[in-house]
Protein backbone atom coordinates (compact mmCIF):
# COMPACT_ATOMS: atom_id res chain seq x y z
CA UNK A 1 0.00 0.00 0.00
CA UNK A 2 1.14 3.45 -0.87
CA UNK A 3 -0.22 6.96 0.95
CA UNK A 4 -0.26 9.96 -1.72
CA UNK A 5 0.36 12.93 0.32
CA UNK A 6 -0.94 16.47 -1.20
CA UNK A 7 0.83 19.48 -0.68
CA UNK A 8 0.27 23.13 -1.99
CA UNK A 9 3.73 22.48 -4.65
CA UNK A 10 3.90 18.81 -4.12
CA UNK A 11 2.93 14.90 -4.51
CA UNK A 12 4.79 12.67 -2.22
CA UNK A 13 4.43 9.04 -2.88
CA UNK A 14 4.88 7.56 1.30
CA UNK A 15 4.86 3.90 1.11
CA UNK A 16 3.22 1.89 3.43
CA UNK A 17 4.35 -1.61 1.99
CA UNK A 18 6.60 -2.26 5.27
CA UNK A 19 5.87 -0.89 8.88
CA UNK A 20 6.03 2.71 9.42
CA UNK A 21 5.96 4.50 12.79
CA UNK A 22 3.26 7.34 12.32
CA UNK A 23 2.41 10.23 14.53
CA UNK A 24 -1.35 11.37 14.40
CA UNK A 25 -2.17 14.68 16.25
CA UNK A 26 -5.40 14.28 17.91
CA UNK A 27 -7.20 17.78 18.47
CA UNK A 28 -7.91 19.14 15.00
CA UNK A 29 -6.43 15.66 13.22
CA UNK A 30 -8.93 13.36 14.93
CA UNK A 31 -11.38 15.01 16.58
CA UNK A 32 -13.12 18.27 16.31
CA UNK A 33 -12.14 20.51 19.22
CA UNK A 34 -13.18 24.26 19.54
CA UNK A 35 -10.39 25.61 21.59
CA UNK A 36 -9.63 23.68 24.57
CA UNK A 37 -12.47 22.13 25.22
CA UNK A 38 -11.74 18.69 25.12
CA UNK A 39 -14.83 17.45 27.05
CA UNK A 40 -16.47 18.73 23.53
CA UNK A 41 -14.42 17.33 21.38
CA UNK A 42 -16.11 14.94 18.32
CA UNK A 43 -13.89 12.42 16.10
CA UNK A 44 -13.81 12.64 13.00
CA UNK A 45 -14.92 9.44 12.01
CA UNK A 46 -13.78 8.56 8.20
CA UNK A 47 -10.20 9.87 9.93
CA UNK A 48 -9.96 7.31 12.84
CA UNK A 49 -11.14 4.54 10.58
CA UNK A 50 -7.99 5.08 8.39
CA UNK A 51 -5.91 5.10 11.30
CA UNK A 52 -7.13 2.12 12.81
CA UNK A 53 -6.83 0.49 9.06
CA UNK A 54 -3.22 1.30 9.47
CA UNK A 55 -2.81 -0.05 13.04
CA UNK A 56 -4.78 -3.43 11.17
CA UNK A 57 -1.97 -3.44 8.43
CA UNK A 58 0.39 -3.53 11.40
CA UNK A 59 1.83 0.03 10.90
CA UNK A 60 3.15 1.00 14.79
CA UNK A 61 0.49 4.39 15.42
CA UNK A 62 1.66 6.89 18.06
CA UNK A 63 -0.98 9.96 19.22
CA UNK A 64 0.51 12.84 20.11
CA UNK A 65 -1.13 15.67 21.56
CA UNK A 66 0.28 19.01 23.12
CA UNK A 67 -3.04 19.09 25.89
CA UNK A 68 -1.51 19.88 28.71
CA UNK A 69 1.99 21.73 27.26
CA UNK A 70 0.93 25.27 28.45
CA UNK A 71 -1.37 24.77 31.02
CA UNK A 72 0.85 22.03 32.69
CA UNK A 73 -2.47 19.84 33.35
CA UNK A 74 -1.78 16.20 33.19
CA UNK A 75 -4.58 15.07 30.41
CA UNK A 76 -3.01 11.69 29.72
CA UNK A 77 -5.93 9.51 31.13
CA UNK A 78 -8.61 11.66 30.53
CA UNK A 79 -7.33 11.92 26.61
CA UNK A 80 -6.94 7.77 27.20
CA UNK A 81 -10.52 7.35 27.58
CA UNK A 82 -11.50 9.70 25.37
CA UNK A 83 -9.58 7.66 22.58
CA UNK A 84 -11.36 4.62 23.69
CA UNK A 85 -14.88 6.14 23.48
CA UNK A 86 -14.45 6.98 19.82
CA UNK A 87 -12.61 3.46 18.77
CA UNK A 88 -9.69 4.97 18.43
CA UNK A 89 -6.74 2.05 18.14
CA UNK A 90 -3.26 3.17 19.09
CA UNK A 91 0.24 1.76 20.53
CA UNK A 92 1.24 4.60 22.52
CA UNK A 93 -0.60 8.14 23.78
CA UNK A 94 1.77 10.79 24.56
CA UNK A 95 0.54 14.27 26.07
CA UNK A 96 2.24 17.55 26.23
CA UNK A 97 5.16 16.21 24.49
CA UNK A 98 5.94 15.75 20.50
CA UNK A 99 8.08 12.52 19.14
CA UNK A 100 10.17 11.53 16.17
CA UNK A 101 8.58 9.30 13.29
CA UNK A 102 8.68 7.97 9.77
CA UNK A 103 5.38 10.05 9.25
CA UNK A 104 3.32 12.79 10.79
CA UNK A 105 -0.04 13.53 10.32
CA UNK A 106 -0.77 16.97 12.04
CA UNK A 107 -3.58 20.16 11.12
CA UNK A 108 -0.35 22.20 11.14
CA UNK A 109 2.39 19.83 9.50
CA UNK A 110 4.10 21.29 6.62
CA UNK A 111 6.39 18.97 4.13
CA UNK A 112 10.02 19.75 3.47
CA UNK A 113 9.36 20.59 0.08
CA UNK A 114 6.77 23.56 1.35
CA UNK A 115 9.62 24.67 3.96
CA UNK A 116 12.17 24.96 1.72
CA UNK A 117 10.94 27.01 -1.08
CA UNK A 118 13.04 27.85 -4.28
CA UNK A 119 12.87 30.60 -6.34
CA UNK A 120 12.19 28.85 -9.19
CA UNK A 121 15.81 29.49 -10.19
CA UNK A 122 17.49 27.47 -8.11
CA UNK A 123 18.15 30.35 -5.65
CA UNK A 124 16.97 28.35 -2.20
CA UNK A 125 14.59 30.96 -0.68
CA UNK A 126 14.32 30.99 3.50
CA UNK A 127 11.09 30.97 4.52
CA UNK A 128 10.53 34.14 5.54
CA UNK A 129 11.50 35.73 2.21
CA UNK A 130 7.53 34.51 0.56
CA UNK A 131 4.66 34.94 1.46
CA UNK A 132 2.22 33.22 -1.21
CA UNK A 133 2.14 29.90 -2.37
CA UNK A 134 2.02 29.43 -6.30
Given at each position: ??????????????????????????????????????????????????????????????????????SGKNYFF????????????????????????DLFVDDK??????????????????????????
Amino acid sequence: MSLNINSNMTMKNFDLSEPKIIVFDLDGTLLNVDRNYYDKATPIKHRIDMVNKLYDEGHTIIIETARGCVSGKNYFFYTLEQCKKFGLKFHTLRTGVKYGADLFVDDKGMLDNDFFKDDGEGKKLEPWQYKDRD
